[in-house]
DNA sequence: AGGGCTCTCAGCCATTTGGCTGATACGGCT
DNA sequence: AGCCGTATCAGCCAAATGGCTGAGAGCCCT
């Protein structure tokens, strides 16, 4: 039988070791290739047409693990991705299986996870770690909590600590709407005060 | 020549798996434990005596990276004690050699840089990332900018979204005592409003 | 055509925050 | 004893923020 082939596409040198020497312990799984970057994972995809592609969301500068996603499921669709980052922040999660992820999956997540969800992967199961899981399924039963793009926006300016003035400045929009926007996202994200938000903001939407 | 015991210490599978393959290919450096808390690390310690504790500074739930450290120091001083961490926080940085880490790496270092590291420990000598010394430096420059233990206590309050009545009442201090640190606080941060002190806090000094 | 969502803006008012000045108290250092 | 840093508190005032109501325009979907 055939090894499923892999690619490892991950920042830092000790993961890819790490899930290689794991990985390795299969004799079903067969990691053909690494990447650093995510120009460098296109790269690998287009040389060696993995079966999956396992891939850090956080990636240092240049093309991030979201948009790394997107591309290589544009141009070549037959790679099933797998997400395997450190947080399971619910914007990533979302974001991630928006574009085109086949899995999410913790990085304390035990090997028998992972070697399931890289199996699965290629007979087109989804797979999540079960923290993961649940999270996205409230994010389902509270449609409530999901921010229009305008909102994300101000939302991700307002952890820069813009002001109200400055964000409008920033957006070319009055700060009555500011304000108004501003006053959907607290209700949104349940808090009340603008210092509150960005709180949440950082810590639950990854926005570091 | 006697291998170097070292004991690595790290929540993540994937990340103790790669540690343990990189550090294999080096003769004089020899992996004899492994240990996913805090807690278990202490055990570890008093089982093997390593020469030198690698450790990730953030792990789960129960006691983390820096009060890992103080333990083992203040119980058995001869270890030589290497933060192994994927974020160079100004806070972390200085609370691990406060704690009495003699090395502080980043993730993504190169493997060069790990064994070097862990040979320059055992001898006494201090390692870093050049862009953790880099911050670590800026810090020493700029004496101004060191927050006073009362105010790192209040700007870690302010991150949870506090209003200054709730942060007087958490602290025990009236308003008006509030709102003179946080001015400190903002003159030493070099911002202007609670939020982007908020967002410098949480971005630059990891509290995450 | 109508309903719902999003984005936009306005005005009013209460509360909060920030800037400023000045003050007291304690501890350590010289 | 005197100085400095830290921590505490007060009062005043301007600016920013948040809560509320209401409203028009564009868009998509049925």
Redesign the interface.
Known sequence: MNAITVLLVD????????????LGTQPDIDVVAEASSGEEALERVQEHSPAVVVMDLAM?PGMDGIEAIRRIRERNGRQAILVFT?YDSDADIVRAVDAGAMGYLL??A??EEIFAAIRGAVQGKSVMSPPVASRLFQQLRNPDEILTPREAELLSL??????NRELGQRLFISEATVKTHLAHIYAKLG?E????????A??REGM?
């Open positions: 920042d830092h040198l000790v993961v890819r070791s790490g899930l290689r020497a794991l240092g450190t990085k304390d035990a090997p307002l952890t820069e600590g813009l002001s808090v005060t603008r210092a509150a938000a960005i709180a949440t950082i810590r570091r």
